[in-house]
């Protein structure tokens, strides 16, 4: 497996509060994503990064934040959370390579906005 | 909107092959095609990809017809592990700095005993 980590697993948090999310690799890759995941809409990239200092927004970048000041972290930030961000967030890494880029995935962040 | 389209739900039945189509009808020809599942709550996996040619690993088989605008997953042998969604997406090859991928619901393949 990728050497992945994403803390904390799990979070329950109330509304207006912030909370951010980490997202750690040993494997020194250059991509790095959040997503969030809920029913009946699938994965939804909110925020990626291309480097450290390098971050672009996604298709459901409202209301987060990210960072990215080393290699292996990856940090997203709910700024005043709500209980629409009631989701399961999940890094990925990828790089590319001759033979393609693969997207690895950690085990995911369980949040819940009261 | 997903750049792919795919059968929202499978059956199939333990031992035999399970099939999975994706459409990509608007694929580019330096995009590649990538299959990954996602066993219930954890993160999705990748299974394979491929440009143009057929492709075997240990996991599964990537058919992709001739003009590139729908491929097949095909699990020879499914076992009741194999209950997942399953998501097909395409990328480019070298795809720069703009990462916007679109994954899609994908299909939700149930493995029956």
């Known amino acids: 497996d990728a050497g992945i980590t994403q803390s904390p697993r799990h979070k329950v948090t109330e509304t207006g509060t912030p909370v951010t999310l980490r997202c750690h690799q040993t494997e020194n890759h250059r991509y790095m994503y959040w997503y969030r995941q809920d029913p009946g809409h699938g994965l939804r990239l909110i925020h990626y990064s291309y480097g450290v200092k390098d971050t672009d927004k996604g298709e459901v970048s409202d209301g987060y934040s990210v960072s990215r000041s080393k290699t292996e972290d990856f940090l997203l930030t709910l700024e005043s959370a709500t209980s629409s961000q009631t989701s399961v967030y999940f890094c990925?890494?990828?790089?590319?390579?001759?033979?393609?880029?693969?997207?690895?995935f950690g085990p995911g962040t369980r949040l819940l906005v009261l | 909107d997903a750049k792919t389209t795919q059968p929202p739900s499978m059956d199939c039945a333990e031992g035999r092959a399970a099939n999975l189509p994706c459409n990509h009808s608007?694929?580019?020809?330096?995009?590649?095609v990538y299959w990954y599942r996602q066993i219930h709550s954890q993160g999705p996996q990748y299974i394979i990809h491929g440009l143009k040619n057929n492709e075997t690993n240990e996991m599964a088989s990537l058919i992709i017809t001739e003009d590139r605008k729908s491929s097949t997953l095909i699990l020879p042998h499914a076992t009741l592990r194999d209950t997942a969604v399953y998501y097909c997406?395409?990328?480019?090859?070298?795809?720069?700095?703009?990462?916007?991928?679109?994954w899609g619901l994908g299909t939700s393949l149930a493995v029956n005993p």
């Open positions: 997406i395409v990328l480019p090859h070298w795809a720069g700095n703009n990462r916007k991928l679109i």
């Open positions: 608007t694929i580019s020809g330096n995009e590649y």
């Open positions: 990925a890494i990828s790089e590319s390579t001759r033979a393609g880029e693969t997207q690895y």
